[in-house]
């Protein structure tokens, strides 16, 4: 059941995305989602005295060969049309299915509405205790945005090998504190990422959502193809793959040639399950690269799959640390097709660059302004 410490932080966050008494507030779950978190996000609503309605749907069945994790682009709605209607008709939206609608493809008719949608992920909710107050964030992501857009490459390494090299021509950019920024916006919580989209899939996606940052922005043009991402990813003991929940606990080395995964090096079982779970799509696009970025939040913690069971969390947290370096694979709203699988993988000790002359993070700290007084990873 939903505890009082829980609902104030949830009003609080509400309250910085704009939610009013006497507004329209949808809490949109599905028969899987989190109860004491579907409890306390309509709770937080009724607190700051919103019109909340809740809209239930069934999960639907897996079709796919393997359980779907981390994607975040949640199946539930189905594209009905009767759904997309009552939540587009909503000021705000508190988004608690399982896998979140930020890459669904239900979402920008939903926001076209002018509805906002705040995706909470499917985490305990005592983790969002965490996350409140963030002094700073929003203008340290929003510095780091500004960077990002303005850069027409970026580069990865670290000191166990990895040399990743991604052109961020006409590569959307955007950048989340966690709060929705006006009508049809979307935001995830928790926030604290900046995230560019390269173009490594053939066919740009015709109706890319808005971005979920008030300054975010397209890029420098509207180009697709491959060639984007190039190089070597090498997956160090404690970073994290989040479709398994799980700290890497031997080197993975992934060789990415025009934006795909083509080889995946390693001996072990973190090796074996990535080999397993991406062969089970025979879909070349669960391996295409989605989307790259570092964490900018520090009140996200690493280390904190260790402190809960793995059916208590969905490893949003661990995107969000400050510092850390981030490589998507799979679904990306922004270009299709659309593929199922995905892998979220959270790497610290990084170093990123900007433009080879630009560091931002420099092995797993962030640097100069846009770094914060602290940070736990």
Not at 169 to 185: D, I, K, L, N, V
């Amino acid at each position: 059941m939903a505890e009082w410490r829980w609902i104030k932080v949830f009003a609080e966050q509400y309250e910085r995305c704009g939610v009013h008494p006497g507004e329209l507030v949808a809490v949109l779950s599905e028969s899987a989602s989190r109860p004491e978190l579907v409890e306390t996000a309509l709770l937080a609503a009724e607190s700051l005295q919103a019109q909340a309605f809740q809209v239930v749907v069934p999960t639907p069945p897996n079709h796919g060969p393997v359980a779907i994790r981390s994607t975040g682009a949640s199946q539930a709605v189905q594209q009905n049309r009767a759904v997309i209607a009552g939540l587009a008709a909503a000021g705000f939206v508190a988004d608690c299915t399982v896998e979140g609608l930020l890459h669904a493809p239900e979402l920008p008719s939903i926001l076209a509405g002018g509805a906002r949608v705040l995706t909470i992920s499917n985490e305990h909710p005592e983790c969002f205790e965490r996350f409140l107050p963030q002094p700073g964030l929003a203008e340290r992501v929003g510095r780091a945005l500004d960077r990002l857009e303005a850069a027409s490459t970026l580069r990865v390494t670290s000191p166990s090998g990895t040399d990743l090299r991604v052109d961020l021509t006409g590569a959307p950019r955007a950048g989340s504190t966690g709060e929705t920024s006006g009508p049809g916006t979307a935001a995830r919580w928790p926030g604290g990422l900046v995230l560019a989209f390269p173009r490594s899939h053939p066919h740009p996606h015709p109706h890319p959502h808005p971005h979920p940052h008030p300054h975010s922005g397209s890029g420098s043009g509207s180009g697709s193809g491959s060639g984007t991402v190039q190089g070597s990813l090498v997956l160090a003991p404690g970073d994290l793959s989040l479709t398994f929940k799980r700290y890497v606990e031997r080197p993975v080395a992934l060789t990415v040639v025009d934006g795909h995964i083509v080889e995946i090096a390693g001996d072990g079982v973190d090796a074996d399950l990535f080999r397993s779970y991406l062969a089970a799509f025979a879909d070349r696009g669960a391996g295409a690269t989605s989307h790259v970025g570092w964490g900018m939040n520090p009140g996200a913690r690493w280390d904190y799959l260790e402190l809960y069971d793995k059916s208590q969390i969905n490893g949003a947290e661990a995107r969000a640390c400050a510092g850390t370096f981030l490589y998507s694979t799979g679904a990306d709203e922004t270009a299709g097709p659309h593929a199922a699988g995905q892998f979220d993988l959270p790497m610290r000790h990084c170093t990123v660059t900007l433009d080879d002359s630009q560091v931002v993070v420099l092995d797993g700290r962030l640097q100069g302004d846009l770094a914060p007084r602290f940070d736990r990873c």
